[in-house]
């Protein structure tokens, strides 16, 4: 087993789930200690910084959580633990092993090939928090940089390694409100529905319609040239019933919606007035802004240069580069993981993308 596999293989044998990080990031700041690289905490994330008073600068983030396994029975693999870390044909098996420890083993190689060379620009590899949450790891990072170091450049680009299987960068995606609707109603005993004036689940039926109707309607408004269309998504529908024949003084539901750059900010206003009074509207966690780079910005050029055939996209799902782009920072996704295993049993990462990833990285850094 190489470096790259035993590494892999460490990272992927840690459980870290969202919120539950501190084991990996302990093991990634021994690591460096172990190889003399200059790591630092940055409220929970882990900073490698290489400062060589360049006014060029790129930043490698990956982050360290990952989403929970779902039905171990279902893993032909062990997703974590001593026995974690499988290799069969070319793919090392696990859980996060894509989504991003892939990425991670990447950027530790890329900073340990340069942790005895004067790089040629400032390097930043960001390890960071709660991506698959909120991305306020990465938050806090950007507002230590902002802080701290982006006074001291003129250009700065960031590559985000989360998985694009080496074959195509992602330039932007688009933003995501989360949303529990509520409604309410009157309570009774189902043998007497005609009794029962409000009833809180056929209310949200009725919403679930206007909802599907908006969602046409703002698709034909609100399409984006390289984002694409708007969607909204029902995820899930609850009751508060207590059993089968009482009917529930209220019923909720919640939504995934997907928006575009002039939608975004506008999103709730437009919904309220569609409900009116006949739903409670309640934000779950913080709305993520959608995020993009210019086709032909800089890091885009050069990746062109590196990469054969190189596709360029978007991403479906969110992910931290927003942060950057929203202050005016290009930024990119670009990584050895598989997007297509990624949040589902038996994740798996091809080991020969580590390599690839690798390899693209250091060109980067030579050619930027």
Same mark, same amino acid.
Not at 278 to 283: F, R, V
């Given at each position: ?39 630092? +905490? ?74 005895? %060379? %004067? ?23 950007? +507002? ?9 450049? +003129? ?214």
């Amino acid at each position: 087993m190489n470096l790259s596999q035993k590494n892999l293989k460490q990272l992927i044998q840690i459980k870290s789930y969202s919120g539950q990080e501190k084991e990996l990031a302990d093991f990634i700041m021994a690591f460096c200690q172990k190889n003399n690289m200059p790591a630092e +905490n940055q409220d929970e994330n882990i900073i490698i910084k290489y400062l060589v008073g360049s006014k060029k600068c790129l930043i490698f983030n990956a982050h360290l959580d990952t989403v929970k396994e779902g039905s171990i029975s279902s893993w032909t693999y062990p997703p974590f633990g001593k026995k974690a870390g499988i290799i069969k044909d070319g793919k090392m098996f696990g859980l996060g092993s894509s989504d991003d420890k892939g990425g991670i083993t990447s950027l530790l190689l890329l900073a340990l090939e340069f942790k005895n %060379k %004067k790089t040629p620009i400032d390097l930043f590899f960001t390890f960071v928090v709660n991506e698959e949450i909120d991305g306020s790891g990465t938050e806090s990072f950007v +507002n230590y940089f902002i802080d701290k170091f982006a006074k001291n450049y +003129n250009d700065v680009s960031v590559i985000i390694a989360e998985p694009t299987n080496c074959k195509k960068i992602e330039i932007g995606h688009r933003g995501n409100i989360f949303l529990k609707l509520t409604t309410t109603g009157n309570s009774g005993h189902s043998s007497n529905p005609e009794k029962i004036t409000t009833k809180s689940i056929e209310k949200m039926i009725k919403i679930v319609s206007k909802i599907k109707k908006l969602e046409k309607e703002l698709q034909m408004f609100y399409f984006d040239d390289v984002l694409g269309y708007p969607t909204i998504c029902l995820t899930g529908f609850n009751t508060s019933k207590s059993s089968i024949n009482k009917i529930p003084s209220e019923c909720n539901t919640t939504w995934d919606i997907r928006t575009t750059p002039l939608l975004h900010d506008k999103f709730i206003n437009i919904l309220g007035k569609k409900l009116g009074k006949d739903a409670e509207i309640e934000l779950i966690g913080k709305p993520v802004s959608y995020g993009l780079t210019e086709k032909n910005s800089k890091i885009v050029n050069l990746f062109k240069k590196i990469v054969t055939d190189l596709e360029i996209t978007i991403s479906h799902s969110s992910n931290d580069s927003a942060f950057f782009t929203n202050i005016g920072i290009p930024a990119i996704t670009f990584g050895p993981g598989n997007k297509e295993v990624i949040h589902q049993e038996n994740e798996f990462v091809e080991l020969e993308n580590i390599k690839k990833s690798l390899s693209v990285y250091k060109n980067l850094i030579n050619n930027y």
